[in-house]
Nanobody
Framework: QVQLVESGGGLVQAGGSLRLSCAAS????????MGWFRQAPGKEREFVAA???????TYYSDSVKGRFTISRDNAKNTYLQMDSLKPEDTAVYYC?????????????????WGQGTQVTVSS
C-alpha cells in the first residue's frame, strides 16, 4: 500500500511560481510512474505531468510544457515546479502513483491518489 501527501499549494499572482511536493510512503518498490493531475471547478481531472520512478523520463501536457518541471529525489518525494503561472492554472493539484508501465497520461491508469492541494493564481 502506498500513501501520498501533497503540500506547497497557495495563492500566487500571475507570472509567479510555486513548488508542489508529494511525499510517498509505504510499498513503493513496484511504482513505475508518479504523476501530477489537476482539477478546476466544474471540470474533469486532467493530466499535468509524469515521471518514472527512476526519474529518467518525464512527460508534460501541452498546456504546461515549458513552464512546469516535474522531478524526484531519492527520498520518495516528487516535485512540481510551476513557473510563469497563469489564472487558468488555478485548480486542486493531485499527486498520483501507478505500477503500470503504460498510460502515464491517463487518470484511470493511476492506483493511488493524494488528498490534493489548492493552487490559486490571481490575475
Amino acid at each position: 500500500q502506498v500513501q501520498l501527501v501533497e503540500s506547497g499549494g497557495g495563492l500566487v499572482q500571475a507570472g509567479g511560481s510555486l513548488r508542489l511536493s508529494c511525499a510517498a510512503s509505504g510499498r513503493t518498490s513496484s511504482t513505475y510512474y508518479m504523476g501530477w493531475f489537476r482539477q478546476a471547478p466544474g471540470k474533469e481531472r486532467e493530466f499535468v505531468a509524469a515521471i518514472t520512478w527512476s526519474g529518467g523520463r518525464t512527460y508534460y501536457s501541452d498546456s504546461v510544457k515549458g513552464r512546469f518541471t516535474i522531478s524526484r529525489d531519492n527520498a520518495k518525494n516528487t516535485y512540481l515546479q510551476m513557473d510563469s503561472l497563469k489564472p487558468e492554472d488555478t485548480a486542486v493539484y493531485y499527486c498520483a502513483e501507478t505500477k503500470r508501465a503504460v498510460g502515464w497520461g491517463l487518470r484511470t491508469s493511476y492506483d493511488t491518489w493524494g488528498q490534493g492541494t489548492q493552487v490559486t493564481v490571481s490575475s
